[in-house]
């Protein structure tokens, strides 16, 4: 058994860090999203879309820093342009502004988490990704 206790700290995005590309009317397989912030930092990101779910296959990090993909969205207005396509041809281009502003400050409670993956339990970062995911919407 091993235990051990980590302070976690980090700035959430509301509703969620984690988010599907959601889009009712689209008839894509990939989704190629670039990114330009107020800096001027530029990325791009492919993801599966998944047309019968109407989302991308998977969530794509929109704040987390602890995850092991960059967050999309900064503080201020960040810039993305999507490009969907279906076997290779361009079906759709779309540019956007998010704008991201800072709230207010949340405490957390105290929690005890349990798991079978040691790697969990001795790797910070691990540890706090569980707690957050727990705790989304803490006061």
């Known amino acids: 058994m091993i235990k051990n206790t980590f302070n976690c700290e980090d700035e959430q995005l509301f509703p969620s860090s984690f988010d599907y590309f959601v889009d009712d ?3 894509a ?3 190629t999203i670039s990114y330009r912030d107020h800096h001027g930092d530029e990325r791009d990101m492919s993801l599966f879309y998944d047309p019968s779910n109407y989302r991308s ?3 794509v990090n929109l704040w987390a820093n ?3 993909h960059p967050p999309l969205l900064h503080y201020g207005e960040n810039l993305l342009s999507i490009k969907a396509m279906k076997k290779g041809l361009t079906v ?3 540019n956007f502004s998010v704008f991201v502003e800072k709230g207010s400050n949340k405490t957390c409670n105290n929690i005890s ?3 079978l993956d040691t790697n969990e339990c001795s ?3 691990m540890a706090c990704s569980l707690y957050f995911s727990s705790e989304i919407s803490c006061n």
């Open 123 to 125: 790797n910070k970062n």
């Open 57 to 59: 296959a998977s969530k």
């Open 113 to 115: 988490l349990f798991t």
């Open 66 to 68: 602890y995850s092991k």
């Open 92 to 94: 759709r281009r779309q």
């Open 29 to 31: 397989d990939l989704l």
């Open 25 to 27: 009317f689209l008839d």
